[in-house]
């Protein structure tokens, strides 16, 4: 599975990429704000783990959230962000290893059984790679640990694009055609006559994702304004 295959080799790059920080390189900004590297640490960990709660669920039939609330989704990351960079990196390891045997353990037919996202949406299970794959390599950037967005896979920036385009269409109005040369065009909101955003896979990713882009970007018309993302 393709997907899967973007789940493996975003945790492979970001176990390159923090295998070698220093010990206090955990208590750093990272790039969301008001997190440091240990809190997003903990949060790719504790995200691994959620996840596997939905293939388990997948498997099983037995109705297993995410988590047990969004409060205390937050003081599990609270809690965590503050251990030494060692335990936190055995903790994502250990965590994704959790993540790809219960993946394993799913049959054909699991894979298209119902689960329930953190934001509420009845979604098949395959998708629940999809959102591993998405959150590894989107949080590998966000942790600047010297990792931009153009290491992101084509396929997979423009599998991004293509996401985020369309959980923004019905958010705004004027929008745009999204052009990456070699992938083809998405749709972005209702597009203005001739307005087009043309760019690399991983430029167009940023940019939806609020995190940069714009200045690899060919813009025909006006940029439209996009909201936040998640």
Known sequence: MK???????GQL????AVDVL???AVTEPSALPGWTRGHLLTHLA??????????NWARTG???PMYASPDQRALDIEEGAGRPLAEQLADVRESAARFLEAAGALTVDDWSATVTSAQGREIPASEVLWLRAREVWIHLVDLRVGVDVD???????????RDVAGWMTPR???GAELVADGHGTAVLGAPAPGVTVTGPPYALAAWLTG?????????TGELPDIPRWL
């Open 172 to 174: 705004i109005g004027a």
């Open 211 to 219: 995190r940069g882009g714009t200045e690899k970007l060919h813009v």
């Open 151 to 161: 290491v992101l896979p084509p396929d997979f920036a423009w599998a991004l694009v």
């Open 62 to 64: 037995i109705r297993t």
């Open 13 to 16: 790059a970001l176990q390159r």
């Open 3 to 9: 997907v899967l295959n973007w789940v493996e080799e």
């Open 46 to 55: 504790r995200n691994a783990d959620a996840l596997v709660n939905l293939l």
């Open 22 to 24: 220093p010990a206090d």
